[in-house]
């Protein structure tokens, strides 16, 4: 069983930058994909970013490219989301996802789908004021 516990949110102003951190436990880290989601009120779960077990292969949404940058620290079993040039509209609960194996993100709309994913965090509150 894989568990994930992400950190780092909090309020930040516009144009600024976060890190977010995801931890994770248990079976081989560098195995598995992970990948980055946020949730609006009352909006669904929409995809924003994932990186391949190797960390060779990265992925993002559309809204977020150039924006933020998503890496792994394999011997740290930890990945991490770096946030900037912020926005009102990024704020959001971000999780971190993830699932085992290589190969199934290539496709967008298994990246993209939140039940592709095997694990999720609990998530962390992100707030970029208007």
């Known amino acids: 069983q894989v568990q994930l516990v992400e950190s780092g949110g909090g309020l930040v102003q516009a144009g600024g930058s976060l890190r977010l951190s995801c931890a994770a436990s248990g079976p081989t880290f560098s195995n598995l994909a992970m990948g980055w989601f946020r949730q609006a009120p009352g909006k669904e779960r929409d995809f924003v970013a994932i990186i391949s077990g190797s960390g060779g292969s990265t992925f993002y949404a559309d809204s977020v490219k150039g924006r933020f940058t998503t890496s792994r620290d394999n011997a740290k079993n930890t990945v991490y989301l770096q946030m900037n040039s912020l926005k009102p509209e990024d704020t959001a609960v971000y999780y971190c996802?993830?699932?085992?194996?290589?190969?199934?993100?290539?496709?967008?709309?298994?990246?993209?789908?939140?039940?592709?994913?095997?694990?999720w965090g609990q998530g962390t509150q992100v707030t970029v004021p208007s």
């Open positions: 996802a993830a699932r085992p194996g290589t190969g199934w993100y290539l496709s967008s709309r298994n990246r993209k789908s939140w039940d592709s994913y095997h694990y």
